[in-house]
């Protein structure tokens, strides 16, 4: 890891070395490669050159010294001295005879004015006999008594011919000139090479003698114009135009140069795109007394392929290198990486063996080690200790010596038994000290793995503890259970005596509950015995008057007033009947409860009473579709207590008024009932539900009714709370399970 990050870090830095090398070699390898080939290609272009002038040269010095030669010979001269048709026609056939000899293209005898007496072609349509050649540089030289030398365009025959000249004389007198003319037409054909092209150019630098068809009659650079004048003027290469090569750079190299060419269609001396500029080597010899030199112009094409053969073979050396080098870093790195993680993993097989040999040794279980006949190969320090044998006492002792007598049929069966049989046995068995003592022993023996075939291993437990601790636990559960079973019975009678509270509790709660409907009875009894003293009074006046009419004798008044009593008795049965409803013990069962029976039972319990106090109060519409889950009679029995309430507190105001309003939210419905008493005072709040608080005087009230109602609206999964309206008065709310109006009325209260 620590090495990684620099060789990260070192890698872009490689990479550019790497590329600066390669750049360094392709330029070194193209610098040398190109003078190398450059200096080959002028060599060879030096020698081709040298062969091509030569063999010029030697072409020419053919036929240099055969005007000479003929200018002395009789037939010319007696032409010359003597014209006429007969000289005129020896003339001619010698001048045949020799030219057909020597392989010239023409060879001609001319008079002092220039005109042609006699030529070798007479005898064919374009025969130079008669046409004058004053005008040739080649007649002047040989005027003027020297041998003459001259390449020109044939006027006649318009083929390149050169000229050689020479003075005829006799006796020191001029008396005509002499001129072998040659083709060079052949020289060129033998100058082939598709890598070089050969030049021969005169004095003026035009080309006459070219392997380039297109380049004949053009010249290497553009002459002057009064040059151009004084050739065209010559008639030298007739109507040619002498155009310049298209030559559009010139360097010099060594002792020769290099110009660059655009063949093809150019505009303004500027080449076309797509059209390749081509790159030659120049050189030029001079063939003395010739009047011309040879060029010869070698392709850079074959230096320029060398080049990029030598780059792309140093690159790919370069390349096969480096590839080279990477493969054998890599393949050091993989070595390094080998031979560390062998490192390793011997380092760690041998902590895995040091720790497998600690857990062998400090473990607290036995370990033997058998061959396939019982006989004790290896044993950890604990199996000695436990049969308290002396380090090395027991290799190579039979292990069933360390076992009692009855357990080593067991454990011999399974070492000497099929090899396919159970890989594992277990059991508990006695084991044999050293001294001869016994003790309880677990043995788990065991068949080796594959490579160690036939070989066990045998863990050994000493069990002494956990015998000594079995039988403690054992002795400790039997305990466990006896007073389990104590305490069984003591909660058996602990649980029937709850039982029996409970039921006394129930029956102490009834009474309680009978307690508090009596003491509301007897706060009702003093309105009832003024709703019954009306009716007895009036029973008794009625009956005062019956009795009277009966002394008349008037019957028909008399059962007047006993319809009148009859109806009073009803009406006082209708008084009583409430109280004895209300004083009657419940079921205690919850049914759907009808709202409206309950305002109806506790509206005809409490209708005097709230007639006598002109108390008002307001119950909501609809009450017949409302109804509760719960005891009829109970509900009415808190509904009772919260109105006789409210009135005892609202006693001595102005307006009595009580309230009471719905809510339904889900599943449970809300009764408030709220009065316009004096409300009760805060921090009393939490003990209004207590048993016995009270703020009546003595014999009022007993401080039971909202304790009881309390118990009675729990009893039926419902809460009663108290609260104090934020405009004055106290509101009582019961919360109860709401249920939708059943569709038949059985079960309905
Ligand atoms: P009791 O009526 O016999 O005193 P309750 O248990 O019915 O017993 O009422 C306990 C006490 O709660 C009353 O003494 C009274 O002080 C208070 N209390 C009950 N209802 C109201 C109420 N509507 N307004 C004010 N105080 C009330």
Sequence with gaps: ??????????????????????????????????????????????????????SLQQELDRYKDLPKLLSSHSELINLLLLPGSESVYRANLYLEKVNNTI??????????????????????????????????????????????????????????????????????????????????NDIETDWSDPMT?????????????????????????????????????????????????PVVERKPFEMSQIITLVEGQRIDNVALDGIDPQRYLQQVAQVPDAGFNVS???????VERRVLTSVMLAVFIYGALVFLLLFLLARRRIVQERSRFKQQQTLALERNEARVRAIIDNTHAGLITLDAHGVIESLNPTAEKLFCYGSGLLTGEYFSKLLAQEDRAVCWQHITGEASGPDELMIEA?????????????????????????????????????????????????????????????????????????EEHKQTQNELIQTAKLAVIGQMSAGINHELNQPLTAIRSYADNASSFLKLGKLEPVSGNLEEIAGLTERMAKIISPLKEFSRKTSGQTVP?????????????????????????????????????????????????????????????????????????????????????????????????????????????????????????????????????????????????AVDAPDDKIGVQ
């Design 296 to 302: 010869i112009l070698a392709s850079l094409k074959p």
């Design 1 to 54: 890891m620590d090495k990684a990050v620099p060789r990260t870090r070192i890698r872009p830095f490689l990479t550019l070395f790497v590329l600066l090398l390669l750049a360094l070699v392709v330029y070194q390898t193209a610098t040398i490669s190109r003078s190398r080939a450059m200096a080959d290609l002028l060599d060879s272009s030096s020698a081709d050159l040298n062969r091509y002038a030569l």
């Design 103 to 184: 392989g010239a293209s023409d060879t001609y005898l001319m008079d002092i004015e220039g005109n042609t007496l006699a030529a070798s072609n007479w005898s064919q349509e374009r025969t130079f006999v008669g046409r004058n050649f004053s005008f040739r540089p080649y007649f002047r030289d040989a005027l003027a008594g020297e041998a003459g030398r001259y390449f020109a365009l044939g006027s006649t025959s318009k083929k390149r011919g050169y000229f050689f000249s020479y003075p005829v004389e006799y006796r020191d007198r001029l008396l005509g000139v002499i001129v072998v003319k040659i083709d060079l």
């Design 197 to 245: 092209d050969i030049l021969v150019t005169d004095e003026d630098g035009v080309i006459f003698i070219s392997t380039r068809g297109d380049w004949k009659f053009r010249t290497l650079e553009p002459l002057p114009q009064d040059d151009l004048q004084r050739i065209m003027s010559s008639l030298r290469y007739g109507d040619h135009e002498l155009k310049s090569l």
């Design 593 to 737: 409860v009808s709202l409206k029976a309950v305002r109806d039972g506790a509206m005809s319990i409490m209708y005097g009473r709230l007639d006598k106090a002109k108390a008002r109060i307001e119950w909501p519409d609809r009450l017949e579709k409302v109804f509760v889950l719960g005891d009829m009679l109970r509900l009415e029995q808190v509904v009772v207590n919260l109105i006789s309430n409210a009135l005892q507190a609202m006693e001595g105001r102005n307006e009595k008024w009580i309230e009471i309003e719905l809510e339904r939210q889900a599943d449970r419905l809300c009764i408030a009932f709220r009065d316009h008493g004096p409300g009760i005072p805060e921090q009393e709040l939490g003990k209004v539900f207590e048993p016995f608080y009270t703020t009546k005087q003595a014999g009022q009230g007993l401080g039971l009714g909202l304790s009881i109602s309390h118990r009675i609206v729990e009893s039926m999964d419902g809460h009663l709370k108290v609260a104090n309206h934020p405009y004055g008065g106290a509101v009582f709310t019961i919360d109860l399970p």
């Design 430 to 502: 006695c084991g044999i000290r050293m001294d001869g003592s016994r003790f309880p022993v677990e043995l788990i023996i065991g068949r080796m793995s594959e490579t160690d075939a036939g070989r066990f291993l045998i863990t050994i437990h000493d069990l002494t503890e956990r015998k000594e601790y079995e039988v403690e636990l054992k002795q400790a559960r039997d305990q466990l259970e006896y007073r389990v079973a104590e305490r069984t019975q003591d909660l058996t009678r602990a649980n029937a005596r709850l039982l029996h509270e409970v």
